[in-house]
């Protein structure tokens, strides 16, 4: 007789990975916003 392996899903550690990795591109779009902001535009635009 053969012994039988359990196969583990990966499921949990791609859904880890895949936060990290979202997690990631969002600080990158953070930081290249902030890159390009123009420091003497006013964080509010005026309502009048």
């Known amino acids: ?3 039988t ?8 550690s791609l859904t880890g990975m895949r936060f990290i990795a ?3 591109v969002f600080a990158f779009h953070v930081a ?3 890159f390009f902001r ?4 006013r964080a ?3 309502t009048s």
Do not use: G, I, V
Request: cysteine-free.
């Open 44 to 46: 509010t635009t005026p």
């Open 32 to 34: 290249w916003e902030r």
């Open 1 to 3: 007789m053969t012994p």
């Open 38 to 41: 123009d420091p003497r535009r």
């Open 5 to 12: 392996h359990q196969r583990t899903s990966r499921l949990p």
């Open 22 to 24: 979202a997690l990631m």
